[in-house]
């Protein structure tokens, strides 16, 4: 069997309550088929009792051992050890974004938070549909999957950079809710996820849909929420008026009318306050052009914008919506 190394953070809090961190290598005999959690269990019982890591079901379903293992944020019992060793070693670490406890266990209770932000059941009101469907079934099923383990959490670029975000795993627990003929306050949720902080603070960088080890796709419950929070005219915040502003100089020019982009997406305000910014980019030459360019064949585009505009398509679903009645 293949010796394999694993590089492991350790992490302890010292007596003055500061958190010390570093790296300890623990060699292997295992077959590359070896789940990432058995060989932690191994490396437990055999060499070092203080290892300390969280697991429970050992099945992909409790979502208790996420951890970083060579930079992505996996389950450790269903991530086979040859599928991530790099020249030989799997490098682990605890879970990003949330606050470290011991070695590879974090405190989830700040993403827990989060998903509780989001009310768990279906308001009764106006909206509220009597008639269920399949297709309505079918667009929320792969949301149901989440089983809360945080992976997608921890790889989320946005949380990296702003704590206030409610972030994907919350987000697609929302859409599940938006999503289900039953629910009364559709509009009303959706003016609750169109504030800051919410959806609108995804960047779509997709790494929670490479992440998540159940298939919930959470950047496209965030992208369906934002369509279906704009179609109920929720579009005075900048993310909103952002995509607009793309949407209107795509039909136009077939191109961004980029030096004008930011006045449109945070007003005349927020483009001052950026002025600093703006001077940086004047030094470096990198100011674009007042003048809209038109691009070539935008003809061809302002015939697709009208096409959708005579056969509108649901965007949100590409599923025949339920409508209550
Ligand atoms: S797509 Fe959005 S929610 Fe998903 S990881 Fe990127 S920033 Fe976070
Ligand atoms: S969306 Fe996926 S990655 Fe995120 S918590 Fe749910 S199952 Fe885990
Ligand atoms: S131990 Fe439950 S998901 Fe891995």
């Not at 077959?31 to 019982?45: D, M, R």
């Not at 051992?65 to 599928?83: D, F, P, Q, Y």
């Not at 799997?90 to 509780?116: E, R, T």
Request: proline share 5%; with cysteine; aromatic share 6%.
């Amino acid at each position: 069997m293949p010796v394999y190394t694993f590089r492991i953070q350790r992490n302890w809090k010292t007596d003055q309550g500061t958190l010390e961190s570093h790296y300890r290598d623990y060699t292997l005999d295992v077959s590359a088929t070896t789940t990432v959690l058995l060989a932690l269990e191994e490396i437990k019982s055999q060499q070092d009792g203080t290892l300390t890591f969280r697991q429970s079901c050992r099945s992909a379903i409790c979502g208790s051992c996420a951890m970083k293992i060579s930079g992505r944020t996996r389950l450790a019992c269903k991530t086979h050890v040859g599928e991530v060793a790099r020249d030989g070693v799997i490098v682990l670490a605890p879970m990003a974004n949330q606050p470290v406890i011991k070695d590879l266990v974090v405190d989830i209770g700040p993403f827990y938070k989060k998903v509780h932000q989001i009310r768990p059941y279906l308001d009764d009101g106006p909206e509220k549909a009597h008639t269920l469907d399949k297709s309505a079934y079918d667009q929320v099923n792969h949301v149901t999957q989440c089983i809360m383990c945080g992976c997608c959490y921890s790889d989320c670029t946005m949380l990296e950079v702003s704590d206030d975000f409610v972030g994907p795993a919350a987000l697609a627990k929302a859409f599940r809710v938006v999503s289900d003929p039953r629910e009364g306050q559709k509009t009303a949720r959706l003016q609750e996820l169109s504030e800051p902080s919410m959806m609108w603070s995804c960047s779509r960088c997709a790494m929670c849909v490479e992440s998540c080890p159940k298939d919930v796709k959470p950047m496209e419950a965030i992208v369906k929420l934002r369509t279906r929070g704009m179609a109920k005219g929720f579009v005075d915040g900048p993310g909103a008026k952002h995509a607009l502003a793309f949407h209107t100089d795509i039909q136009k020019w077939g191109d961004l009318n980029e030096f004008t982009l930011l006045q449109r997406t945070v007003g005349i305000m927020g483009a001052v306050a950026e002025l600093g910014t703006a001077w940086h980019l004047l030094k470096k030459g990198k100011i674009p052009s007042p003048i809209p360019h038109t691009a070539q064949g935008v003809e061809e585009l302002r015939k697709i914008y009208q096409l959708l505009e005579d056969n509108p398509i649901d965007v949100e679903t590409k599923a025949k919506e339920v409508v209550p009645e």
